[in-house]
Nanobody, 128 residues
Framework: QAQLVESGGGLVQTGGSMRLSCAAS????????MAWFRQAPGKEREFVGD????????YYPDSVKGRFTISRDNAKKTVYLQMNSLKPEDTAVYYC?????????????????????WGQGTQVTVSS
């Protein structure tokens, strides 16, 4: 079984930066596609980006492309989300997720049901 714990959230001003971390336990991290999702109040959970097992391939939706970067350190069993040029609309609870059945990035948006392990989430608030 895999367990994921996010950290690094908090309050930042518009235009600021923040880095989130997701620490994993278990034996499947290095063979899992990892992703970040976010959910704002009253909104559906939104795909933010994913990364292949080796970290060589990433995919981002247009809403964050060029501002957010996903990376991973398999030795530390940790995946990161670097967020720059933050906007108020980025305010949400951010979740990391693992797809233990896939080692690749599919080069397309991912759906929540495709991931079998989830963290508890960390709040990111961007003030205007």
């Amino acid at each position: 079984q895999a367990q994921l714990v996010e950290s690094g959230g908090g309050l930042v001003q518009t235009g600021g930066s923040m880095r989130l971390s997701c620490a994993a336990s278990g034996s499947t991290f290095s063979s899992s596609n990892m992703a970040w999702f976010r959910q704002a109040p009253g909104k559906e959970r939104e795909f933010v980006g994913d990364i292949s097992c080796s970290g060589g391939i990433t995919y981002y939706p247009d809403s964050v492309k060029g501002r957010f970067t996903i990376s991973r350190d398999n030795a530390k069993k940790t995946v990161y989300l670097q967020m720059n040029s933050l906007k108020p609309e980025d305010t949400a609870v951010y979740y990391c997720a693992a797809d233990s059945s896939s080692c690749k990035s599919w080069a397309r948006p991912r759906f929540s049901f495709e991931y079998d392990y989830w963290g508890q989430g960390t709040q990111v608030t961007v003030s205007s």
